[in-house]
Protein backbone atom coordinates (compact mmCIF):
# COMPACT_ATOMS: atom_id res chain seq x y z
CA UNK A 1 0.00 0.00 0.00
CA UNK A 2 3.01 2.24 0.61
CA UNK A 3 4.91 2.13 -2.90
CA UNK A 4 1.24 2.09 -4.22
CA UNK A 5 0.57 5.47 -2.41
CA UNK A 6 4.06 6.85 -3.47
CA UNK A 7 3.59 6.11 -6.89
CA UNK A 8 0.54 7.68 -7.06
CA UNK A 9 1.89 10.92 -4.87
CA UNK A 10 4.46 10.65 -7.37
CA UNK A 11 2.46 10.84 -10.60
CA UNK A 12 0.17 13.51 -8.98
CA UNK A 13 3.27 15.62 -8.71
CA UNK A 14 4.97 15.27 -12.51
CA UNK A 15 1.97 15.80 -13.96
CA UNK A 16 1.30 19.08 -16.27
CA UNK A 17 -1.88 19.49 -18.31
CA UNK A 18 -2.00 21.01 -21.53
CA UNK A 19 -5.18 22.52 -21.13
CA UNK A 20 -7.96 22.83 -19.25
CA UNK A 21 -9.56 20.04 -20.22
CA UNK A 22 -6.75 17.52 -19.24
CA UNK A 23 -6.92 19.33 -15.68
CA UNK A 24 -10.80 18.47 -15.62
CA UNK A 25 -9.80 14.84 -16.60
CA UNK A 26 -7.13 14.59 -14.21
CA UNK A 27 -9.47 15.89 -11.30
CA UNK A 28 -12.23 13.24 -12.24
CA UNK A 29 -10.02 10.51 -12.53
CA UNK A 30 -8.66 10.98 -8.78
CA UNK A 31 -12.25 12.25 -7.02
CA UNK A 32 -14.58 11.90 -9.07
CA UNK A 33 -17.85 9.36 -8.23
CA UNK A 34 -15.56 6.55 -9.57
CA UNK A 35 -12.29 8.50 -8.64
CA UNK A 36 -9.15 6.69 -7.69
CA UNK A 37 -10.11 8.79 -3.86
CA UNK A 38 -13.45 7.13 -3.98
CA UNK A 39 -12.30 3.86 -4.58
CA UNK A 40 -10.10 4.19 -1.45
CA UNK A 41 -12.73 5.75 0.62
CA UNK A 42 -15.32 3.07 -0.16
CA UNK A 43 -13.06 -0.04 0.73
CA UNK A 44 -13.04 1.41 4.18
CA UNK A 45 -15.94 -0.31 5.06
CA UNK A 46 -14.94 -3.79 4.40
CA UNK A 47 -11.16 -3.12 6.43
CA UNK A 48 -10.41 -4.73 9.56
CA UNK A 49 -10.56 -1.42 12.45
CA UNK A 50 -7.31 -1.16 12.48
CA UNK A 51 -6.66 -0.48 8.72
CA UNK A 52 -9.45 2.05 8.40
CA UNK A 53 -7.40 4.84 9.90
CA UNK A 54 -4.17 4.11 7.57
CA UNK A 55 -6.32 3.76 4.18
CA UNK A 56 -8.06 7.31 5.60
CA UNK A 57 -5.17 9.16 6.01
CA UNK A 58 -3.79 8.20 2.55
CA UNK A 59 -6.50 9.25 0.96
CA UNK A 60 -6.84 12.58 2.26
CA UNK A 61 -3.21 12.45 0.99
CA UNK A 62 -4.22 12.11 -2.05
CA UNK A 63 -6.87 14.59 -2.27
CA UNK A 64 -5.18 17.04 -0.90
CA UNK A 65 -1.84 16.43 -3.32
CA UNK A 66 -4.81 16.83 -6.15
CA UNK A 67 -6.94 19.62 -5.06
CA UNK A 68 -3.44 21.61 -4.67
CA UNK A 69 -2.38 20.93 -7.95
CA UNK A 70 -5.89 21.70 -9.44
CA UNK A 71 -6.26 25.21 -8.23
CA UNK A 72 -2.31 25.77 -9.28
CA UNK A 73 -3.22 25.02 -12.67
CA UNK A 74 -6.67 26.33 -12.67
CA UNK A 75 -5.60 29.91 -11.49
CA UNK A 76 -2.63 29.36 -14.30
CA UNK A 77 -4.75 29.02 -17.09
CA UNK A 78 -7.09 31.76 -16.03
CA UNK A 79 -4.38 34.13 -15.75
CA UNK A 80 -3.30 33.10 -19.20
CA UNK A 81 -7.13 33.71 -20.74
CA UNK A 82 -6.42 36.95 -19.20
CA UNK A 83 -3.36 38.30 -20.62
CA UNK A 84 -4.26 36.78 -23.99
CA UNK A 85 -7.64 37.86 -24.47
CA UNK A 86 -8.96 38.32 -27.71
CA UNK A 87 -9.20 41.80 -28.50
CA UNK A 88 -12.49 43.58 -28.29
CA UNK A 89 -13.13 44.56 -31.91
CA UNK A 90 -16.00 47.10 -30.86
CA UNK A 91 -13.23 49.37 -28.83
CA UNK A 92 -10.94 51.88 -30.38
CA UNK A 93 -7.50 50.89 -32.38
CA UNK A 94 -5.40 53.31 -29.83
CA UNK A 95 -4.85 50.82 -27.39
CA UNK A 96 -3.20 48.22 -30.06
CA UNK A 97 -0.92 50.78 -30.63
CA UNK A 98 0.98 50.84 -27.24
CA UNK A 99 2.90 48.41 -25.44
CA UNK A 100 3.23 46.91 -21.75
CA UNK A 101 5.42 49.05 -19.36
CA UNK A 102 8.34 48.02 -18.16
CA UNK A 103 7.37 47.35 -14.82
CA UNK A 104 4.53 45.60 -16.18
CA UNK A 105 6.74 43.37 -18.39
CA UNK A 106 9.14 42.13 -15.66
CA UNK A 107 5.97 41.60 -13.00
CA UNK A 108 4.72 38.96 -15.58
CA UNK A 109 7.90 37.44 -16.20
CA UNK A 110 8.08 37.08 -12.47
CA UNK A 111 4.92 35.59 -11.84
CA UNK A 112 5.04 33.59 -14.89
CA UNK A 113 8.87 31.77 -13.47
CA UNK A 114 6.63 31.20 -9.86
CA UNK A 115 3.84 30.09 -11.29
CA UNK A 116 5.61 27.16 -12.70
CA UNK A 117 6.90 26.45 -9.61
CA UNK A 118 3.35 25.78 -8.20
CA UNK A 119 2.96 29.72 -6.90
CA UNK A 120 -0.74 31.07 -6.88
CA UNK A 121 -1.26 34.62 -6.93
CA UNK A 122 -2.41 36.70 -4.21
CA UNK A 123 -3.48 40.41 -3.58
CA UNK A 124 -4.49 43.07 -0.84
CA UNK A 125 -5.33 46.54 -0.62
CA UNK A 126 -2.89 49.09 -0.46
CA UNK A 127 -4.48 51.15 2.51
CA UNK A 128 -3.55 48.48 5.33
CA UNK A 129 -4.48 48.60 8.88
CA UNK A 130 -1.65 48.26 11.54
CA UNK A 131 -2.30 44.68 12.63
CA UNK A 132 -1.44 43.37 8.85
CA UNK A 133 1.20 45.33 8.27
CA UNK A 134 3.57 45.58 11.52
CA UNK A 135 2.36 44.17 14.20
CA UNK A 136 1.14 40.26 13.09
CA UNK A 137 4.59 40.27 11.64
CA UNK A 138 6.34 40.81 14.69
CA UNK A 139 6.80 44.88 15.00
CA UNK A 140 5.75 45.65 18.51
CA UNK A 141 4.00 48.87 18.81
CA UNK A 142 7.95 50.93 20.11
CA UNK A 143 10.41 48.09 18.42
CA UNK A 144 13.23 49.42 16.67
CA UNK A 145 12.26 47.65 13.86
CA UNK A 146 9.44 49.78 12.71
CA UNK A 147 12.07 52.58 12.05
CA UNK A 148 13.10 50.12 8.94
CA UNK A 149 9.97 51.50 6.93
CA UNK A 150 9.01 55.29 6.85
CA UNK A 151 5.86 55.22 6.30
CA UNK A 152 2.56 57.18 5.14
CA UNK A 153 0.21 57.41 7.97
CA UNK A 154 -3.69 57.92 6.51
CA UNK A 155 -5.00 58.21 10.06
CA UNK A 156 -1.72 56.96 12.39
CA UNK A 157 -4.11 56.83 15.87
CA UNK A 158 -6.05 54.15 14.24
CA UNK A 159 -3.44 52.60 12.68
CA UNK A 160 -4.44 52.85 9.06
CA UNK A 161 -1.54 53.64 6.38
CA UNK A 162 -0.49 52.78 2.66
CA UNK A 163 1.13 49.52 2.91
CA UNK A 164 5.10 49.44 3.36
CA UNK A 165 5.52 45.86 1.85
CA UNK A 166 3.27 43.17 0.37
CA UNK A 167 4.07 41.00 3.39
CA UNK A 168 0.33 42.28 4.85
CA UNK A 169 -0.91 39.77 1.98
CA UNK A 170 1.16 37.41 3.47
CA UNK A 171 -0.65 37.84 6.56
CA UNK A 172 -3.99 37.85 4.84
CA UNK A 173 -3.60 34.28 3.48
CA UNK A 174 -2.31 32.79 6.60
CA UNK A 175 -5.30 34.11 8.60
CA UNK A 176 -7.87 32.58 5.97
CA UNK A 177 -6.20 29.48 4.24
CA UNK A 178 -5.03 26.35 6.49
CA UNK A 179 -1.17 24.99 4.89
CA UNK A 180 -0.30 24.25 2.45
CA UNK A 181 0.55 27.48 1.07
CA UNK A 182 2.52 28.22 -1.67
CA UNK A 183 1.92 32.20 -2.71
CA UNK A 184 3.39 35.05 -4.23
CA UNK A 185 2.21 38.72 -3.80
CA UNK A 186 2.58 41.37 -6.41
CA UNK A 187 1.66 44.36 -5.66
CA UNK A 188 2.58 48.62 -5.48
CA UNK A 189 3.88 49.55 -2.23
CA UNK A 190 4.49 53.27 -0.48
CA UNK A 191 7.30 54.21 1.86
CA UNK A 192 8.26 58.15 2.95
CA UNK A 193 11.96 58.06 1.25
CA UNK A 194 13.45 61.07 -0.36
CA UNK A 195 13.02 60.19 -4.35
CA UNK A 196 16.53 59.99 -6.15
CA UNK A 197 17.92 57.89 -8.94
CA UNK A 198 18.05 54.77 -6.45
CA UNK A 199 14.87 55.13 -4.33
CA UNK A 200 11.12 56.30 -4.94
CA UNK A 201 8.12 56.68 -2.34
CA UNK A 202 6.31 54.37 -4.46
CA UNK A 203 8.09 51.06 -6.20
CA UNK A 204 6.38 47.45 -6.90
CA UNK A 205 7.51 44.43 -4.90
CA UNK A 206 6.89 40.38 -5.67
CA UNK A 207 6.80 38.92 -2.15
CA UNK A 208 6.68 35.24 -1.63
CA UNK A 209 5.70 32.36 0.84
CA UNK A 210 5.83 28.50 1.37
CA UNK A 211 4.01 26.77 4.82
CA UNK A 212 4.21 23.15 4.95
CA UNK A 213 5.36 20.72 6.54
CA UNK A 214 9.18 20.27 7.09
CA UNK A 215 10.21 23.15 4.24
CA UNK A 216 13.48 23.70 5.22
CA UNK A 217 16.40 26.63 4.38
CA UNK A 218 18.16 24.33 1.42
CA UNK A 219 13.83 24.63 -0.12
CA UNK A 220 14.63 28.60 -0.26
CA UNK A 221 17.94 28.20 -1.41
CA UNK A 222 16.55 25.52 -4.68
CA UNK A 223 13.70 27.65 -5.25
CA UNK A 224 15.42 31.44 -5.35
CA UNK A 225 18.45 29.50 -7.73
CA UNK A 226 15.80 28.53 -10.26
CA UNK A 227 14.35 31.93 -9.87
CA UNK A 228 17.40 33.40 -10.69
CA UNK A 229 18.50 31.27 -13.14
CA UNK A 230 15.03 31.74 -15.35
CA UNK A 231 15.25 35.64 -14.98
CA UNK A 232 19.09 36.24 -15.97
CA UNK A 233 20.94 33.16 -17.27
CA UNK A 234 21.33 29.84 -16.52
CA UNK A 235 24.92 30.48 -15.48
CA UNK A 236 23.55 33.24 -12.80
CA UNK A 237 25.62 32.32 -9.16
CA UNK A 238 23.93 33.22 -5.91
CA UNK A 239 24.84 33.98 -2.56
CA UNK A 240 23.28 34.45 0.88
CA UNK A 241 24.43 36.60 3.91
CA UNK A 242 23.20 36.94 7.17
CA UNK A 243 20.31 39.75 7.50
CA UNK A 244 17.92 40.83 9.79
CA UNK A 245 14.61 41.24 9.25
CA UNK A 246 11.37 40.95 12.02
CA UNK A 247 9.44 38.26 10.74
CA UNK A 248 12.04 36.09 9.25
CA UNK A 249 14.50 33.77 11.37
CA UNK A 250 16.82 33.03 10.48
CA UNK A 251 16.90 35.84 7.45
CA UNK A 252 19.04 36.59 4.71
CA UNK A 253 20.04 39.17 1.80
CA UNK A 254 20.17 37.05 -1.38
CA UNK A 255 23.20 38.62 -4.35
CA UNK A 256 23.04 37.14 -7.61
CA UNK A 257 26.34 37.45 -9.86
CA UNK A 258 26.58 40.70 -11.82
CA UNK A 259 24.48 39.48 -15.40
CA UNK A 260 26.20 43.13 -16.81
CA UNK A 261 29.69 41.87 -16.37
CA UNK A 262 29.04 38.12 -15.79
CA UNK A 263 30.54 38.49 -12.06
CA UNK A 264 34.10 39.96 -13.23
CA UNK A 265 33.25 43.65 -11.52
CA UNK A 266 31.75 46.56 -13.33
CA UNK A 267 30.46 49.91 -11.76
CA UNK A 268 26.94 49.04 -11.58
CA UNK A 269 28.09 46.15 -9.02
CA UNK A 270 30.57 48.54 -7.50
CA UNK A 271 33.44 46.05 -9.10
CA UNK A 272 32.32 43.00 -6.85
CA UNK A 273 30.88 40.68 -9.17
CA UNK A 274 27.66 41.05 -7.05
CA UNK A 275 24.00 42.22 -7.15
CA UNK A 276 21.30 42.25 -4.34
CA UNK A 277 18.47 41.53 -5.57
CA UNK A 278 15.90 40.14 -2.49
CA UNK A 279 15.88 39.41 1.39
CA UNK A 280 14.75 36.22 2.64
CA UNK A 281 14.64 33.68 5.24
CA UNK A 282 12.71 31.25 7.25
CA UNK A 283 9.10 32.53 8.70
CA UNK A 284 9.46 33.26 12.63
CA UNK A 285 7.55 31.08 14.77
CA UNK A 286 5.63 34.26 16.53
CA UNK A 287 4.37 35.12 12.86
CA UNK A 288 2.66 32.03 12.47
CA UNK A 289 1.39 31.98 15.85
CA UNK A 290 -0.20 35.66 14.99
CA UNK A 291 -2.27 34.01 12.56
CA UNK A 292 -3.43 30.34 14.41
CA UNK A 293 -0.67 27.88 12.52
CA UNK A 294 1.27 26.02 14.84
CA UNK A 295 4.72 26.14 14.37
CA UNK A 296 5.52 22.90 15.61
CA UNK A 297 3.57 21.28 12.91
CA UNK A 298 4.71 23.85 10.16
CA UNK A 299 7.62 25.71 9.16
CA UNK A 300 7.95 27.98 5.87
CA UNK A 301 10.12 30.15 4.03
CA UNK A 302 9.93 34.19 2.67
CA UNK A 303 11.17 36.22 0.04
CA UNK A 304 10.59 39.43 -1.48
CA UNK A 305 11.98 41.69 -4.28
CA UNK A 306 11.75 44.70 -5.71
CA UNK A 307 10.25 44.67 -9.04
CA UNK A 308 11.85 47.65 -10.41
CA UNK A 309 15.52 46.55 -8.77
CA UNK A 310 14.95 43.46 -11.17
CA UNK A 311 14.12 45.56 -14.48
CA UNK A 312 17.08 47.84 -13.66
CA UNK A 313 19.34 44.89 -14.00
CA UNK A 314 17.37 43.48 -17.04
CA UNK A 315 17.71 46.13 -18.74
CA UNK A 316 19.97 48.21 -17.47
CA UNK A 317 18.02 51.39 -16.43
CA UNK A 318 20.47 53.41 -13.80
CA UNK A 319 17.44 55.87 -12.75
CA UNK A 320 14.20 54.23 -10.95
CA UNK A 321 12.30 57.78 -11.74
CA UNK A 322 12.22 57.35 -15.55
CA UNK A 323 9.59 54.53 -14.95
CA UNK A 324 6.97 56.79 -13.32
CA UNK A 325 7.77 59.74 -15.19
CA UNK A 326 5.52 58.65 -18.38
CA UNK A 327 8.56 60.28 -20.65
CA UNK A 328 7.53 58.53 -24.42
CA UNK A 329 11.25 58.70 -25.09
CA UNK A 330 12.01 56.00 -22.73
CA UNK A 331 8.85 54.16 -22.82
CA UNK A 332 8.99 53.65 -26.90
CA UNK A 333 12.03 51.40 -26.26
CA UNK A 334 9.68 48.71 -24.49
CA UNK A 335 7.01 48.74 -27.49
CA UNK A 336 5.84 45.33 -27.81
CA UNK A 337 8.05 43.09 -29.70
CA UNK A 338 11.32 45.45 -29.50
CA UNK A 339 12.72 43.44 -26.08
CA UNK A 340 12.28 39.93 -25.81
CA UNK A 341 13.63 38.23 -22.39
Not at 217 to 231: C, G, V
Request: aromatic letters at 12%; one cysteine or more; proline letters at 6%.
Amino acid sequence: MDIETGTLLKKIESFVPSNEQDLEQFKSEYLGKKGIVQQLLDSIKTLPPEQKKEVGKIANQLKEAVLTKYQTYKEKFKYEKQIHKPDDLTRPTAPLMGGYHPITLVMFKIIDVFRQMGFAVAEGPEVEDDWHNFSALNFPPDHPAREMQDTFFINQSKGILLRTHTSSVQIRVMEATRPPLRYIFPGRVYRNEAISARSHCFFHQIEGLYVDHQVSFADLKATLLHFARSIFSPETQIRFRPSFFPFTEPSAEMDISCNLCQGSGCSFCKYTGWVEILGCGMVDPEVLKNCNISPDEFTGFAFGLGVERITNLLFGVNDIRLFSQNDMRFLQNFISGKLVF
